[in-house]
């Protein structure tokens, strides 16, 4: 199976076994629908407030606050040890696989999810909308009450009629939609009953110890972001509607991120956790890809044909779209972040560019000239340059 692009929950276009991630194209409504209803009824039970942040009080004042969570990189760590990805930009961080069964082999560790491994990938590749359920995570505020959540859907057999309070019966039926046959129930069950176990065993002990070796990136990253990145995007956030929320460094991803809105109209959005100090701008470059998709989605829904949207060819441009939308937003600041971030994504590309990358940035991820015209345009609009 080929999971393609970065997962969003605003948007979704699947073709045959290939699943693309449009993010913020236009895709599919009721699964943006399912999300939100998921993240309705399980904030009426648990606040979002209950979550875990990084070590130090954040103020509440300060917009979009660095945080790790380690529940949403156990969630995306199984997903990136079922998937398959062969994408230009992958779904999931080049090699994380067999990073974490090194780190695994190394601890003597065996798990639940190394035995049921390839009967969720069956699943995942019979129906790969499963691949959606990524987004579950971000609804619940701790690892525990995705647990008990999945395990009230599970023990209702999907039914909501089933729920014994209001609250549980929109969160059944909001999954339901996301696993609504039996088979996709058992994967649900199997999915999060094999995390636990993966949690306890080994997981837990590997992430923290990732967390302690990464203690001097993570202020390195801070350190750009709040004192120069983040005043630096802010004008345009807060035109685009993204004027805060959190930003999550994750393990299991790299230069495709992962973007929802919860109930109160702040933004989560989850990029990869750099190797080093040294990479630290790789977050704030996978950052400006996330938060560019609000304007490239109408620009490719209005610069791509009906058959290239049924071929699936506007998925794949749509993806492209995102790219180069981050870049135009890196210019608005310095032909050096742009370059920055050019090399960044060639490189996720396999591409070395000798000198100027530009040429090869704008080959490797061609989009049509009409998209690249109204990207550029509404990212001026959005930063107040017209």
Aim: net charge positive.
């Amino acid at each position: 199976m080929e999971v393609l692009r970065g997962v969003r929950a605003s948007r979704v276009a699947l073709k045959s076994v290939n699943v693309h991630y449009l993010l913020k194209v236009s895709g599919d409504r009721a699964a943006r629908k399912v999300l939100a209803g998921v993240a309705l009824c399980v904030t009426a039970v648990t606040p979002f407030a209950a979550r875990a942040q990084l070590p130090g009080a954040i103020p509440h004042s300060v917009k979009w606050p660095i945080r790790t969570r380690e529940q949403v990189d156990l969630w995306l760590h199984g997903f990136a040890m079922i998937s398959g990805d062969s994408s230009t930009v992958p779904l999931f961080r080049r090699g994380y696989r067999e990073m974490v069964s090194a780190a695994r082999t190394k601890a003597g560790a065996v798990t639940d999810l190394d035995v049921n491994r390839d009967a969720l990938a069956k699943r995942l590749r019979e129906n790969p909308t499963l691949v959606n359920a990524q987004f579950l995570v971000f609804s619940f505020a701790t690892w525990e009450e995705l647990v008990a959540g999945v395990d009230t859907f599970e023990k209702a057999d999907g039914d909501p009629k089933r729920a014994k309070t209001k609250e549980s019966a929109a969160m059944i039926a909001a999954l339901a939609r996301i696993f609504p046959a039996k088979a996709d129930r058992d994967f649900a069950r199997m999915f999060t009953n094999s995390l636990q176990n993966e949690k306890d065993v080994f997981f837990h002990t590997w992430w923290v110890d990732e967390m302690r070796r990464r203690e001097r990136t993570l202020a390195s990253v801070d350190a750009i972001w709040q004192s120069e990145m983040r005043p630096r995007l802010q004008g345009f956030m807060t035109h685009s509607e993204q004027a805060d929320g959190e930003l999550i460094l994750s393990l299991a991803i790299e230069g495709e991120g992962r973007t929802v809105n919860d109930p109160r109209g702040r933004s989560q959005v989850t990029v990869g956790f750099p190797d080093s100090p040294e990479r630290a701008m790789d977050a704030i470059y996978t950052f400006a890809h996330e938060i560019v998709g609000p304007l490239t989605g109408p620009a490719v829904d209005d610069n791509t044909t009906p058959a290239e949207k049924r071929s699936g060819l506007a998925t794949t441009i749509g993806s492209y779209a995102l790219v180069r939308g981050g870049a135009l937003v890196f210019a608005h600041l310095s032909p050096e972040l742009t370059t920055g971030y050019e090399r960044f994504y060639l490189r996720l590309a396999g591409i070395t560019a000798e000198g100027d990358p530009t040429a090869a940035f704008g080959q490797k991820f061609s989009i049509p000239a009409a998209m690249v015209e109204s990207i550029a345009r509404q990212v001026s609009i959005s930063f107040g340059g017209i």
